[in-house]
Structures are given as structure tokens and as C-alpha cells.
């Protein structure tokens, strides 16, 4: 495999991902940090050389390769390992649908709200900001609530193993507290995030 | 194949790339028809048989699978043709890159502007949703331009022919008038869509 260098914000639940996923899979990664907060990935280098969207995290393959969105860069990592289950048409089709619900769903709620509580703070966030919280906060629960329905019956998204959609959706679902979500209301996420943890497949992001 | 039942409002452009997708591959779809600004995806019966997260477009496949989230049921059903190159791995990673963009800039900025306008109508707009009206909306154009500086140096998203993320990308962005969005404005993305449709890949949406 060609060097891979990820271009990230370390307290980004979506570069996390990358790091959880090359961490199983056996790939090694290097590491360049930037500071979304300080608008370090908005410099007209990074988007002229990095990504043309002015965002964190962006998979650099080899010397002129540059995959920005986590989830493409998580599949890239894990294509050919059981963490993405290509010949089960019906498996991996609802891999994607948890791996696009938590882009859609989880990371514009938990991950924004946790962007701004932890990294801007209350305090200092833009009256916009403070008037879509609202919105995401019940966007977040009702999201938690789905996950919650389907975990009733599963015990990780796919069945009895672990695929490439919990990788992705335990980023930012085990640091919702960060939100100001608690998972005890949720308890089948819950017990998820810990069964991932036990098991042994994910780690918590410590920042 | 089984049979496909697609539950959908012929207005969204979710629903419209699954259509898309099955007049491309040669599948035979029925459809049953929800409104989705009266609500009617939303009703307890929805929510215990179709999906939990109250949302269209879902995939039925036959008598007991749903299949939610608009990208994975395309790849579903693209899954074995060439709108999915999934020999090619970077080529694969970077049509789910460009899939993954259209769910997090596309569809929350075009779709959501459209359906306010068109759909709700100016003068029936929440307070709420009209003090979000201006972030959609520099998201919408930034995302466009994004396109348009890929689009600056290739065909189609992928290369010369097009794969699953032109069709996933088009559904949207060709009805971007409908947001108040001149493509005129990204010369690159509009003679794309031109494209596609002189082609013979995508048509445009007749509500």
C-alpha cells in the first residue's frame, strides 16, 4: 500500500474514525494536525493543495492522492477485510445506509453541538449558532431514538459482528455526553458503544 | 431479484436518484406515494413497518426488508454494473466520497432550500427555518463551487464515463433553479448536467 498520511483535527469525531478504522484494518498512518476552530484548513494552500472544500479529514494516498469525507476514506482503509462484507449484496447495502444515516443524522447533531460546547464554547458562540441548537439537539435525540430501535434487535448494526457502519457511527454516539446528551436515555446505544469497547473493536477518543 | 417497492414523494430528489438508478440498471420498481410535507411519513403505521426514522425515500425488497437512506439504495440496486467500479478501488473510494458529499452539502443545502420554497412556499415558512435560510444557502454555494473546480478538470466525477455518484449529484443540482440557485454561476457543473442528459445517463425532474 502507498504511504497514507491523514490530514486531520484531532478532536474531530470524523478523523477518529479514520484513526479507529486504519488501527483495525493494520494500516499505518501518519498524522498532520490542523486547527478547524482557528480555520487552519481554510488557507487558500490547503484548498488549493488539500482539498478544494476547505476541510478536515482529508486521506492523502501516496504523493498526489487526496480523499477528503470520512466515510470514503474509512471504506478505502478497510476494503478486502470483514469489516466491509462486499459480497453479501444486502449486508453491505445496509452497512452504507447506517454509514450515510450517520453523515446525515449523527455527525450534523451530536457533532456540531459538541463542536460548540467543547470547542467554540457557550459562551462564545455566534447568535446563528445559538439559534440552530434547537433544531439539531431534537434532530439528535429523535436520530438516537432510531438507533435505539434497530439495536433492540441486533447486536451490532449488521448482526452478530461488527462492520464498518459501528465504526463510524460509535465516533461521535460515545462522546454525545460532550453534547449534553445522555445515553442513559438510550440504553441499547449504550450498551452498544460499551459491547464495541469490550470487545475490543473501538477505543474512546481521549482529548 | 425480488421485488422493489419504492416509498416515495415523487417531489424529492432522493426519491428521484433511486428512480434514476433503477431506469439506468433495467429495474423494475412499483411505487407507493407519501407526502412528505403533510406529514404522511411521520403516522405510527409508517414508523412500525416502514422506517423508524419517518423518512422517504425506502427501498422495500421484498416482503420484509426496507432499506432507508437514498445512496445505499442505489448502490443497491447499481450493485454488479458500471455505475459502481468496485474493482477499481480508489475510483470506488472517490465515487462514495462524491456520494457522501451530495448527503452532507447537496441534499441539506439545494434539497432543503427547494423544498421550503417550492414545496412549503415563502409565505408559509417557520420563523425557524427562515433564520436558516442564509447558512443553507452560502453552503450551497460553496458546495457548487466545490463541484466546479473538480468538474473544471474531468468529464464526469469519476473520469470519462459516468459512475453512481453523477446520478446521485445530478438529482439535486439540476433542479438547483428551484433554490434560487443560478448554475450559471458554476459553468463547469451546468454543462455537466447538459451532459448527462444529452448523454442519455439522467433526465430532469418533471413535477
Not at 449484496?89 to 447506517?98: I, T
Not at 439495536?151 to 460509535?170: I, S, Y
Amino acid at each position: 500500500m502507498q504511504e497514507l498520511v491523514l490530514h486531520e483535527d484531532p478532536f474531530s469525531g470524523n478523523c477518529y474514525k479514520i484513526r479507529l478504522t486504519a488501527s483495525l484494518v493494520g494500516a499505518n498512518i501518519s498524522t498532520v494536525s490542523y486547527n478547524l476552530a482557528a480555520g487552519e484548513t481554510r488557507t487558500a494552500r490547503f484548498c488549493s493543495t488539500i482539498d478544494a472544500n476547505g476541510r478536515v479529514p482529508v486521506l492523502q494516498i501516496g504523493s498526489e492522492t487526496f480523499l477528503p469525507e470520512s466515510n470514503a476514506a474509512c471504506y478505502y482503509l478497510a476494503t478486502g477485510t470483514s469489516l466491509v462484507p462486499e459480497h453479501d449484496r444486502l449486508r453491505h447495502a445496509n452497512m452504507l445506509r447506517w454509514m450515510f444515516f450517520e453523515q446525515s443524522f449523527i455527525e450534523p447533531t451530536i457533532g456540531t453541538l459538541r463542536f460548540w460546547y467543547k470547542r467554540i464554547g457557550k459562551h462564545d458562540m455566534r447568535e446563528e449558532d445559538i439559534a440552530m441548537v434547537p433544531n439539531r439537539r431534537k434532530l439528535a435525540e429523535d436520530s438516537l431514538e432510531t438507533m435505539n430501535i434497530h439495536l433492540g434487535g441486533t447486536k451490532f448494526f449488521g448482526g452478530e459482528t461488527p462492520d464498518l457502519a459501528d465504526v463510524v457511527l460509535f465516533a461521535y454516539t460515545h462522546v454525545a455526553e460532550d453534547a449534553e446528551l445522555d445515553l442513559n436515555c438510550w440504553m441499547n446505544v449504550k450498551a452498544w458503544c460499551q459491547r464495541l469497547m469490550d470487545e475490543k473493536y473501538c477505543s474512546p477518543l481521549h482529548i
